[in-house]
């Protein structure tokens, strides 16, 4: 069982930045395929970019949002520049066995408890 964490959320500016990090229990994180997902009021949960053999952003964050990855420390991140106030959401890291990210959220078998990030105009 892999457990994610999740912190960096909180209010910023339109135009600010955050840097969201998600930490897993689970030592062998580099043999995981993870995405971040983003769920607005109201809204489904939506696919923001996903990284394991590839690395695939989503075209509303495309150019703004970086993933990276430290795998010494388990450890993946969002940095989240140029944010607007339609980036509001609760941001989650997920993550799945194996090297193939998929937008679906039903894909992955790990689940972080979400940040909130509310960008103000």
């Known amino acids: 069982q892999v457990q994610l964490v999740e912190s960096g959320g909180g209010l910023v500016q339109a135009g600010g930045s955050l840097r969201l990090t998600c930490t897993a229990s689970?030592?062998?994180?580099?043999?995981?395929?993870v995405a971040w997902f983003r769920q607005a009021p109201g809204k489904d949960r939506e696919f923001v970019v996903g990284?394991?053999?590839?690395?695939y952003y989503a075209d509303s964050v495309r150019g703004r949002f970086t993933i990276s990855r430290d795998n010494a420390k388990n450890t993946v991140y969002l940095q989240m520049n140029s944010l607007k106030p339609e980036d509001t959401a609760v941001y989650y890291c997920?993550?799945?066995?194996?090297?193939?990210?998929?937008?679906?959220?039903?894909?992955?078998?790990?689940w972080g408890q979400g940040t909130q990030v509310t960008v103000s105009s």
């Open positions: 997920a993550a799945r066995g194996g090297i193939t990210w998929l937008i679906v959220p039903s894909a992955y078998d790990y």
């Open positions: 689970e030592r062998t994180f580099n043999n995981y395929a």
């Open positions: 990284s394991g053999g590839s690395t």
